[in-house]
């Protein structure tokens, strides 16, 4: 009976030894699929900016402001543009740090408070861009109808005709919620997809239990 416990004993120490190996092993994969996943979020955000700035170069809205003649404009669009990408680089240096830090940690616990980080700076990083993209829409439109001087016999013929104002203001709005949910689906579409897998890996890690 003795040397029966002792290999129970025995085949029991074994059996955690493999358990062990085994959630170890999960581990490094989770950490190594965790941060690839962030590393993409960190290229998508990076191009993502290098298109905004390369498309900028190739719109040609010099000659319209010079039109407009109003300088206040310019510099309030000027002002806006700085602060846009102030704002995208400090996201950008957000998405780098929460990438090293889990690409450097070793514990558990670290690594899935650095998940939900990273998770919840994306959502944030999502909501700005969504907000911008609504508030230029609406920026861009008022200009354009209030001081385009191209635009004063449309202005003439809107104020003459209530119901006219009217269907126009209801086709800017259905503009910008179009422009909206397109951006809102590729969001979802890129960023979406990466944080469903975060919150993938965030669960399997509550698994393991080292």
């Known amino acids: 009976m003795k040397e ?6 025995d085949w029991k120490k074994n059996s955690n030894s493999f358990e062990q190996i085994s959630e170890k092993e999960i581990y490094k994969m989770i950490h190594k699929k965790s941060s690839s996943t962030v590393k993409w979020i960190l290229i ?3 191009l993502e900016i290098s298109f905004w700035t390369f498309s900028n170069l190739f719109i040609n809205t ?7 003649n109003h300088p206040e404009i310019v510099l309030t669009l000027d002002i806006l543009t700085y602060f846009n990408y102030i704002v995208a ?3 950008v240096i957000l998405f780098y740090k929460n990438y090293k830090t889990i690409s450097t940690t070793v514990a558990t616990k670290s690594l899935m408070s650095a998940i939900l980080r990273t998770r ?3 959502q944030y990083y999502v909501w ?7 508030i230029i829409s609406i920026l861009s439109y008022f ?3 209030v001081y385009n001087p191209d635009m004063e016999f449309f202005r003439e013929k809107l104020a003459m005709n209530g119901q006219a104002m009217f269907v126009t203001i209801g086709i800017l709005i259905v ?3 179009a422009f909206f949910g397109m951006f809102w689906c590729i969001y979802r579409l890129l960023y979406g997809t990466l944080l469903r897998r975060l919150y993938a890996n965030y669960k399997e890690l509550k698994k393991i239990d080292f």
């Open 4 to 9: 029966l416990d002792l290999l129970k004993k």
């Open 44 to 46: 998508f955000s990076i």
């Open 62 to 68: 010099d000659e319209l402001l010079r039109k407009m």
């Open 89 to 91: 680089l400090i996201f």
């Open 120 to 122: 919840k700076t994306v």
């Open 128 to 134: 700005y861009n969504l907000g911008m993209i609504v």
């Open 143 to 145: 200009i354009v109808f």
């Open 175 to 177: 503009m910008i919620f």
